[in-house]
C-alpha cells in the first residue's frame, strides 16, 4: 500500500494519477485533510484517509499499513518543521516501510531560506531509523504562471535573478519521479538531485515568451530590495514577496542551478523544454 500525503494539492494529484497508470493494481491511499474535496480521487478508486499535519492524532490511523508514503512537504512554510515532525513521529508509530519526501534541491547546501526547514526535515527523518528516499526538487516553472499577465500587459517580466541559470521541470516531471520510486523497488537511505535538463535565465524565458505570444517582453533585473518592493505594491503578501525575492537572488547566485540530469534518467525521458513549458503556461 502507498499513501500519498496532501494529495488534494497540484502535486499529489499528478502523482497518484502517475501511480495508477504505473500500477493499476496498487492500493493506493490518499490522505487529505477534507475527504469531501477529494471526490474526484475517490472516483478513480483511490482509498480516501483524513490527514491533517495540524491534527497528529489523525495522522497514524492514516498511514497505517503503508509500505511506502510519499510526505508532500506542507505549504505552511515557516511552520513545516513542527508539522513535518508530526507527520514522521506518526510513521514511526504506524510502522511504515519508507518515507519518501518531496525536499529541495541541495537542500545541505542551498543559498535559498526555503532549504532551511527542508534540510532539517530531512535530519529529522534520517533520526527517526525510518529508511528514506529523498526527491531534492528543482524549480517548478509554474511558478513562473502568474507573472505572465503582467508581463505581457506591461511588455516587462521583472526579478532579481540576473544572469542565473534556472534548472526548472514541470510539476508533472517531478510527480513522474515520484511515482517511479513509490512504485519500483528502489535503493533506500538515497537522494535524488531532480532538476530540469536545462538551465535557464529569465532573460531566455522572457525572449520565448516574446515569441510565442507575439509580443515584446524584456526582463528587468532589479535589486532584491527593490524587487520585494515591487512585489508588495502589487498586492503580494509580505511572506510571499519575501520568499521570491530571496529565491531569485539565490538563483542569482546559482542556487536553482543543476546539470546532473537525474530526473530525465530516473522518470525516462527528457524534462520540459522550455519552449513546451512556455507554451502550456500560455495554454496555446
Partial sequence: M?????ANGQLGKLVIKDLLARSPGQKIVAMVRSPEKASDLAS???????GNYDRPETLEPAMRGAKKVLLISSSAIGHRLPQHRAAIEAATRAGVGALVYTSLLHADRSPLNLAEEHFATETLIRDS???YIFLRNGWYVENYGG????ALEHGALIGCAGNGRISWAARADYAAAAAVVLTRESPLNVIHELAGDTGHTLSEFAEELSRQSGKQVRYVNMEKKAYIA???GAGLPKPL????????AGAAGGGLFD????LSRLIGRPTVSLKAAV???LGT
Avoid at 502507498?2 to 496532501?6: D, K, P, S
Avoid at 478513480?44 to 483524513?50: A, D, H, Q, S
Wanted: net charge negative.
Fill in 230 to 232: 515591487a512585489l508588495l
Fill in 2 to 6: 502507498i499513501v500519498v500525503t496532501g
Fill in 259 to 262: 546539470e546532473g540530469r537525474e
Fill in 147 to 150: 507573472f505572465i499577465p503582467s
Fill in 241 to 248: 514577496a519575501d520568499l521570491l525575492g530571496d529565491s531569485d
Fill in 279 to 281: 507554451s502550456a503556461l
Fill in 44 to 50: 478513480l478508486g483511490v482509498e480516501i484517509r483524513m
Fill in 129 to 131: 531509523g525510518i529508511p
